[in-house]
């Protein structure tokens, strides 16, 4: 069965502070990893990597994946209170295209 | 956002009662996906669909049944809706990554 662990659970840090959270996947025929941000409504899209070892970037956000260790890191350096959310991380692998979630990491930045 | 509507957004039903859920794309994508989201357990897949007449389970499928009949709508039907299925509900379409419906807050009473 695929598998998704996301950590930490939750933190807690300071405007300014820089965040990494870990995805870890066990995903028969693994395709790509995806990040999500969601906030009080419907996750949206932050990255799909696919290649191992290419940094995505997106202002203050990036993410890398390592598939020698089934593992990717998202960042958030300078973190605002608006990167208050929970973050998700999926995995896709064979059939359909499925995506196969973390439980997610809840971040609160507090001003 | 990326074209996906559901409806309705908000429900309350009685244990026993017949639920039907839509999702409907104007994006003429072939992947369409439900998931429940709950505390505790993320977001996990209920049904999809490849296209037209095509479905599959995900690994939360008992209780639900699905239907396509056109490219750009995915329903989703609780044919006697249980307490245990009190969540919100996604639907999503996949381009590469898949995006997301605003949701549907479904409560059995």
């Known amino acids: 069965e695929d598998k998704v662990v996301q950590s930490p659970l939750s933190l807690v840090v300071h405007e300014g502070d820089t965040v990494t959270l870990n995805c870890s996947y066990e995903v028969t025929n693994f395709r790509s990893l995806l990040w999500y941000k969601q906030e009080k409504k419907a996750p949206t899209f932050l990255f799909m990597l696919t290649s191992s070892g290419i940094e995505k970037k997106s202002g203050r956000l990036s993410s890398i994946l390592d598939k020698k260790e089934l593992s990717s890191i998202l960042n958030i350096t300078a973190t605002q209170t608006g990167d208050s959310a929970i973050y998700l991380c999926?995995?896709?692998?064979?059939?359909?295209?499925?995506?196969?979630f973390g439980g997610g990491t809840r971040v609160l930045v507090k001003p | 956002d990326a074209g996906i509507t559901q409806s309705p957004r908000h429900k309350v039903t009685e244990t026993g009662t017949p639920v039907t859920l839509r999702c409907h794309q104007t994006?003429?994508?072939?992947?369409m996906y439900w998931y429940r989201q709950d505390p505790g357990h993320g977001l996990r897949l209920i049904h999809y669909s490849y296209g037209v007449k095509d479905t599959d389970k995900g690994e939360v499928s008992d209780g639900y049944s699905v239907s396509r009949s056109k490219t750009e709508d995915f329903l989703l039907t609780l044919e006697s809706a249980t307490s245990s299925q009190t969540s919100v509900y996604f639907c999503?379409?996949?381009?590469?990554?898949?995006?997301f419906g605003p949701g549907t807050r479904l409560t059995v009473l």
């Open positions: 999503a379409i996949s381009s590469g990554p898949e995006f």
């Open positions: 999926a995995a896709t692998g064979a059939a359909g295209n499925k995506l196969t």
């Open positions: 994006e003429n994508h072939r992947y």
